[in-house]
């Protein structure tokens, strides 16, 4: 049982990890040399470490902006953030989510190899904590230990599937192709931004091709934008908040020279995922035809949402920023409803936000980014206020789930559990 939890939390949590299993299992199955099954193992894990390096490097600019926001304005609430909720559950639930979690990736493989809904879901630390959404949510209902296990285990295995087949018919449109999909639990906010998109705007008129004159053509270059947005965003609000307050999190660091490495600093994050992620989908996608042929026909990856960012990188920042325009909003909303105060999370905001703006840019160009975004990030800020009541005692804390997925699949479980309640 030890081996068995050290397994599913130390191991296949492990993004890296389970794709460079997934891609060593698929060049087997193609009887690669050992050179090819060595190197592409490899690099496949080497590509989501600078996945993952790229992320933290990000989160840490985005944790030090979303402090400031909070300091100045004394604003207080809930703070969406997967990883800080997971850890808290983790002290009562740690045995269960890793059962649901270990059986569930073989409900997967089981749905994915006897469905219509061929897909494998690589991204480890989501399914970790779906997992944990699921203890929690059925542990509240009065289960016990053995019927949270099987229920959620099954739960957790069809979501797997049919999140990426809800979103693949937008996938295709991204990508221009079928080899890959989407493996995020931010489903919801990626299918809805691509509906808002094809209704309201006009995918010919792309984020990609926005008309830049030559004296500001330095703005063509994505990453060059990227930086100059962020030091803006992050010179106006430490203005706002003043240097007393940015002390906080710039030490001994003048603020105004803050604000401007805070900026580049986020745009190297980004140039970094974009590299893991060319770098991932170079070994993964020609490693997963061993699998297709020999395990489960058909198959497709279903990978973590930075897989998309390469192809609207524009997308990207108007889907980030438009989605954190939406959470204010909503949070004002929120307080007048007299429900739970979400506060806006910049991580899970840029990360489904981004994913939400490149979905909609695919089905209704710069509007759709936009407006998908926007969508996106009023879904992130009302489902998890009325997730909060269905999480038990973790409905309690300063922090909930962040994502659109985790939100509806726990509030449909817990209506369901109060039906036979």
């Given at each position: 049982?030890?081996?068995?939890?050290?397994?599913m939390?130390?191991?296949?949590?492990?993004?890296?990890?389970?794709?460079g299993?997934m891609?060593?299992i698929?060049?087997l199955?193609?009887k690669?040399?050992?050179?090819k099954?060595?190197?592409?193992t490899?690099?496949s894990?080497i590509?989501?470490?600078?996945?993952?390096?790229?992320?933290n490097?990000l989160?840490g600019?985005?944790?030090?902006?979303?402090?400031?926001i909070?300091d100045a304005?004394?604003?207080?609430?809930?703070v969406?953030n997967?990883?800080a909720?997971?850890?808290l559950?983790?002290q009562?639930l740690?045995?269960?989510?890793?059962?649901?979690?270990?059986?569930?990736?073989?409900?997967?493989?089981?749905?994915a190899?006897?469905?219509?809904?061929?897909?494998i879901f690589?991204?480890g630390?989501?399914?970790?904590?779906?997992?944990?959404?699921?203890?929690?949510?059925?542990?509240?209902?009065g289960?016990?230990?053995?019927?949270?296990?099987?229920?959620g285990?099954?739960?957790?295995?069809?979501?797997?599937?049919?999140?990426?087949?809800?979103?693949?018919?937008?996938?295709?449109?991204?990508?221009?192709?079928?080899d890959?999909?989407?493996?995020?639990?931010?489903?919801?906010g990626?299918?809805?931004?691509?509906?808002v998109?094809?209704?309201?705007g006009?995918?010919?008129?792309?984020t990609?091709?926005?008309k830049?004159s030559d004296?500001?053509s330095?703005?063509?270059d994505s990453?060059?934008?990227?930086?100059?947005t962020?030091?803006?965003?992050?010179?106006?609000?430490?203005?706002?908040a003043?240097p007393e307050?940015?002390?906080?999190?710039?030490?001994d660091?003048?603020?105004?020279?803050f604000a401007?490495m805070?900026?580049?600093?986020?745009?190297a994050g980004?140039s970094i995922i974009?590299?893991?992620v060319?770098m991932i989908?170079?070994?993964?996608?020609?490693?997963?035809?061993?699998?297709?042929e020999?395990?489960?026909?058909g198959?497709?990856?279903?990978?973590d949402?930075?897989v998309?960012f390469?192809f609207?990188?524009t997308?990207?920042?108007?889907?980030f920023?438009?989605?954190?325009?939406?959470?204010?909003i909503s949070m004002?909303?929120?307080?007048?409803?007299?429900?739970?105060?979400i506060?806006p999370?910049?991580?899970?905001?840029?990360?489904?936000?981004?994913?939400a703006?490149?979905f909609?840019n695919a089905t209704?160009?710069?509007?759709?980014?936009?407006?998908g975004?926007f969508v996106n990030g009023?879904?992130?800020?009302?489902l998890p206020?009325?997730?909060?009541p269905?999480?038990?005692n973790?409905g309690?804390?300063?922090t909930?789930?962040?994502d659109?997925?985790?939100?509806?699949?726990?509030?449909?479980i817990?209506?369901?559990v109060?039906?036979?309640?």
């Amino acid at each position: 049982m030890a081996f068995f939890e050290f397994l599913m939390t130390e191991i296949l949590s492990i993004p890296s990890i389970l794709v460079g299993l997934m891609v060593l299992i698929g060049l087997l199955a193609l009887k690669s040399n050992i050179s090819k099954i060595f190197s592409g193992t490899l690099k496949s894990i080497i590509g989501f470490i600078i996945l993952g390096a790229g992320a933290n490097v990000l989160i840490g600019s985005l944790d030090s902006l979303g402090g400031i926001i909070m300091d100045a304005f004394n604003i207080q609430g809930v703070v969406p953030n997967n990883e800080a909720i997971v850890a808290l559950a983790q002290q009562t639930l740690g045995q269960e989510t890793a059962l649901i979690m270990g059986f569930g990736f073989i409900a997967n493989i089981l749905f994915a190899r006897f469905t219509p809904m061929k897909y494998i879901f690589l991204t480890g630390h989501h399914t970790f904590y779906m997992a944990a959404l699921l203890s929690a949510v059925l542990g509240t209902s009065g289960l016990n230990g053995f019927m949270v296990v099987l229920i959620g285990s099954l739960i957790l295995g069809f979501v797997m599937v049919l999140m990426p087949a809800i979103a693949q018919p937008f996938m295709r449109q991204v990508t221009g192709g079928d080899d890959i999909a989407m493996g995020h639990f931010g489903t919801i906010g990626y299918v809805s931004a691509g509906y808002v998109g094809k209704w309201f705007g006009n995918k010919e008129k792309s984020t990609e091709d926005i008309k830049i004159s030559d004296s500001w053509s330095f703005l063509r270059d994505s990453l060059v934008a990227t930086a100059l947005t962020m030091i803006v965003i992050f010179g106006f609000l430490v203005l706002v908040a003043g240097p007393e307050v940015v002390a906080t999190y710039a030490g001994d660091q003048n603020y105004v020279m803050f604000a401007i490495m805070q900026g580049i600093t986020f745009a190297a994050g980004v140039s970094i995922i974009l590299a893991g992620v060319r770098m991932i989908l170079n070994e993964i996608v020609p490693a997963f035809r061993g699998i297709a042929e020999k395990l489960v026909p058909g198959a497709k990856p279903a990978l973590d949402v930075p897989v998309v960012f390469p192809f609207a990188p524009t997308a990207v920042l108007i889907g980030f920023i438009a989605s954190f325009v939406g959470g204010l909003i909503s949070m004002a909303l929120l307080g007048i409803f007299s429900l739970a105060l979400i506060i806006p999370g910049l991580v899970p905001h840029f990360f489904t936000g981004a994913g939400a703006g490149v979905f909609g840019n695919a089905t209704g160009g710069r509007k759709g980014a936009a407006i998908g975004g926007f969508v996106n990030g009023v879904l992130i800020s009302f489902l998890p206020a009325f997730l909060l009541p269905v999480l038990g005692n973790l409905g309690f804390q300063s922090t909930t789930f962040g994502d659109s997925d985790f939100g509806v699949i726990g509030i449909i479980i817990g209506l369901i559990v109060d039906l036979f309640n």
